[in-house]
């Protein structure tokens, strides 16, 4: 069974960079067929999709975030990460990370247990 | 983008009753691509319907989905205690994918 762990700060100041991690246990993303993705949730409920990388390293970002985005891999660590720039308070969320059903099917029936993350001074 | 629009924000029924979920959209989903997840507080989404009506694994059959270009359904047959939760839905037939802002089930 595939497990997804976040990890990173839970406070970060305004006008710097998010960095979070994503370990992944029971599967390995080298093996193809699934997109990793990061999702985030707002304090207000509303999810947004903020985009995902695929083994080979192509990435999809969603075009409200695409300027401020970089997913990243380490295969060998298994890991996918997130970079998220120029905070605002606007930025303050739970951040998932999770896997799509695989094979062009872009739902998700993995995810981890979410990130919180502020964005304060 | 695709916008969807989940009715009611808040359901208030007692266990047992049939609960109707809609989820509109602001264009045509493409072939049906259309999911539905729940929520309980501090927990993330599992994911309970793909392809607008296919269950997914392990999830019990009084909750079922249906519809098709626009507009969408979630039913839960008869509400069980634990089935109180808030519930999204999510679009993956045009990118960016999106999601609903959420129905929320709560005890009458």
């Known amino acids: 069974q595939v497990q997804l762990q976040e990890s990173g700060p839970g406070l970060v100041k305004p006008s710097q960079t998010l960095s979070l991690t994503c370990t992944v246990s029971g599967g390995s993303i080298s093996s193809g067929g699934h997109y990793w993705t990061w999702i985030r949730q707002y304090p207000g409920k509303g999810l947004e999709w903020i985009g995902n990388i695929y083994y080979s390293g192509t990435t999809s970002y969603n075009p409200s975030l695409k300027s401020r985005v970089t997913i990243s891999l380490d295969m060998s660590k298994n890991q996918f990460s997130l970079k998220l720039s120029s905070l605002t308070a606007a930025d303050t969320a739970v951040y998932y990370c999770?896997?799509?059903?695989?094979?062009?099917?872009?739902?998700?029936?993995?995810w981890g247990q979410g990130a919180l993350v502020t964005v304060s001074s | 983008e695709i916008v969807l629009t989940q009715s009611p924000g808040t359901l208030s029924l007692s266990p047992g009753e049939r609960a109707t979920l809609s989820c509109r959209a602001s264009q045509s989903v493409s072939s049906n691509y259309l999911a539905w997840y729940q929520q309980k507080p501090g927990q993330a989404p599992r994911l309970l319907i793909y392809g607008a009506s296919s269950r997914a694994t392990g999830i019990p059959d009084r909750f079922s989905g249906s519809g098709s270009g626009t507009d969408f359904t979630l039913t839960i047959s008869r509400l069980e205690p634990e089935d109180f939760a808030v519930y999204y839905c999510?679009?993956?037939?045009?990118?960016?994918?999106?999601f609903g802002q959420g129905t929320k089930v709560e005890i009458k």
């Open positions: 999770a896997r799509d059903a695989g094979w062009a099917s872009y739902y998700f029936d993995h």
């Open positions: 999510q679009q993956y037939g045009t990118s960016p994918w999106t």
